[in-house]
């Protein structure tokens, strides 16, 4: 371990199962974590891992295996741990990645059927992936880390089921830490707010003025920009890696979007793109 830490890799010989890892944050997440000397299991819905389980590998350092999963289906989420444990042998770091924004959805056009759905991909399959998880990362004293937003704490204009899911994760990330603090697992989440990921720009692709809504993401921030895939994997293998006296925390990285007075009036501001 010593070896490993004058080398920079802080999480040498880690087992960690990232859900949703083919792209975004996702896939910034595994990067990092091999580049610091993690071994990997990843997943997503697709058939093939593609360039993905190339990249990692030509890194040297860590492992990554890539598994099909659609995170919907609890059968699917057992397998994926099964293979995990399979391949590795034992498991240090849960990383609930994956879900979805679905573009606006006003509650007058929204069934109950949409907002299952969209319930089952964000915020249970979560649960379940924990739940499975669990059994193992008790053996080592691990943790697990959920992917949650900003939006969970301040909403967001013609979103309402998306928040509802997110903020439902931040809340389940107390209570799991409550819980399973008797283990000595830690469960912590982050709340990303406006991040450049392919997810928004394909959003941004499909307004009506492109540049106007990456502009108004930009702006949303203090800081003036968006954050990146790279600054939330950081995030998440500090909390994996060296926050071992936090468990229960919501880590916000939102280049304070949350902070200051705007102009909020819905009445005066309905035509407005970005909210």
Same mark, same amino acid.
Do not use: S, Y
């Given at each position: 371990m010593a070896s490993a830490a004058a080398a920079g890799r802080r999480y040498s010989e880690r087992v960690a199962l990232v859900t949703g890892g083919t792209g975004g944050i996702g896939r910034a997440v595994v990067r990092l974590f091999v580049q610091n000397g993690a071994r990997v299991v990843t997943c997503a819905k697709e058939e093939a891992a593609g360039d993905l389980e190339k990249e990692m590998k030509a890194m040297g350092v860590g492992e990554c295996f890539y598994v099909t999963c659609d995170v919907t289906k609890e059968c699917d989420i057992k397998r994926l741990v099964e293979e995990t444990l399979k391949?590795? *042998?034992?498991?240090?770091?849960?990383?609930?990645?994956? *879900?979805?924004?679905?573009?606006?959805?006003?509650i007058d056009d929204t069934s109950a059927d949409d907002f299952r759905a969209l319930l089952d991909f964000n915020l249970l399959s979560c649960f379940l992936t924990a739940k499975y998880s669990l059994p193992h990362l008790r053996k080592t004293q691990g943790n697990i880390i959920n992917v949650s937003s900003l939006v969970g704490i301040i909403g967001q204009s013609h979103a309402i089921p998306y928040v509802s899911t997110k903020g439902a994760i931040t809340a389940m990330t107390k209570a799991m830490a409550v819980d399973e603090s008797k283990y000595g697992v830690r469960v912590n989440c982050i709340s990303p707010g406006n991040i450049w990921t392919p997810m928004w720009q394909e959003f941004a692709s499909s307004a009506p003025d492109p540049a106007a809504m990456i502009q108004g993401g930009k702006d949303a921030q203090l800081t003036g920009r968006m954050g990146t895939p790279e600054e939330c994997a950081q995030a998440v293998l500090y909390l994996a890696a060296e926050a071992t006296f936090c468990t229960g925390i919501d880590l916000i990285l939102s280049g304070g979007a949350e902070l200051n007075y705007a102009i909020k009036n819905q009445q005066r501001n309905r035509s407005s793109i970005y909210n």
């Open positions: 391949r590795f *042998g034992r498991l240090d770091c849960l990383v609930n990645n994956a *879900g979805w924004h679905p573009p606006e959805q006003m």
